[in-house]
């Protein structure tokens, strides 16, 4: 008995012909995404009087004179300062959040002590805060303890674990490793510290990359804790020379200071790219986990 060969000579036709749609469909909404960062880096190289009156994507000439002045900084800080004092924060915050919030969920993950579920259930909720509702407190204890005008008040709080967000993160992660790992660290001799630092912490590696690439970026943009509480433009970063760029000129200098936003998205991009692998793993693997 024969049967009647299948086709699918136009199954196969359309397939080719649906991802070539698919992939014009992505490419294009990718050109639009990176529009806007397109325009940032050709505006950076735009006259002051093109800025605002030409809407073309390039310049008519290019104005390398933009990045010398953005080079200068603001109020006789140069770049470089500023762009130190905005790493210092952001390597601060990474440390601080890194070691606290791993900590902290080491011991809801895999610890049993009294209260644990709704101090878990405590920290969650703190997610729901508004940031603008623990300010002023924040604010006044550190004025009590004279840091005001320092660094401290953007880095102390990332070693107490008040990022409940990268807490919970860590947790889902390590509640899906399987607890024979410890069991053998303790049979070996091993206390909850040493399992935490020997076994746990190696195999946490994703989630807390995650939790370095999401402090450093929220900590680099974070415009107003910083505005809070920096006054000298010798500590300012390079988010508060942004706003100073333009208030330290009797006239509207765009151009340096789209150059000198370029400085500032730089070492974001470059931090992310280097990371991007991590970040993907860190998110499927810790994110998802239930």
Not at 1 to 10: F, S, V
Not at 59 to 67: A, D, I, L, M, V
Request: some cysteine; charged content about 10%.
């Amino acid at each position: 008995m024969t049967t009647a060969p299948i086709t699918t000579a136009p199954a196969a036709r359309r397939r080719p012909t649906g991802r070539i749609v698919l992939h014009i469909c992505l490419i294009a909404v990718l050109l639009v995404m990176l529009y806007p960062l397109a325009w940032l880096l050709a505006t950076s190289f735009k006259p002051a009087d093109e800025v605002i009156a030409s809407l073309k994507l390039l310049p008519s000439h290019f104005e390398w004179g933009n990045y010398s002045t953005a080079l200068d900084g603001v109020n006789e800080v140069s770049v470089g300062r500023l762009l130190w004092n905005s790493l210092l924060i952001a390597c601060g915050a990474v440390l601080g959040n890194v070691i606290s919030c791993s900590l902290a969920a080491y011991a809801f993950a895999r610890l049993r002590f009294r209260m644990r579920g709704p101090l878990f259930a405590f920290m969650i909720a703190t997610i729901m805060l508004p940031h603008h509702a623990i300010l002023i407190p924040q604010y006044i204890i550190f004025n009590q303890l004279g840091m005001v005008n320092t660094y401290w008040p953007m880095i102390l709080p990332k070693f107490l674990a008040t990022d409940a967000f990268f807490v919970f993160l860590i947790v889902q992660f390590m509640r899906g490793l399987p607890r024979e790992l410890e069991e053998a660290a303790r049979i070996d001799g091993c206390g909850p510290f040493r399992s935490f630092f020997s076994v746990i912490l190696p195999l946490t590696r994703p989630a807390l990359i995650t939790t370095a690439i999401f402090t450093f970026i929220w900590t680099w943009n974070d415009f107003f804790t910083q505005l809070i509480y920096l006054f000298e433009p010798e500590k300012f970063t390079l988010t508060l020379a942004l706003r100073s760029f333009v208030d330290a000129s009797s006239q509207s200098a765009f151009g340096p200071m789209f150059a000198m936003s370029v400085f500032a998205l730089l070492p974001i991009v470059l931090f992310f790219l280097a990371f991007q692998r991590f970040l993907v793993e860190g998110m499927a693997s810790s994110g998802l986990k239930g």
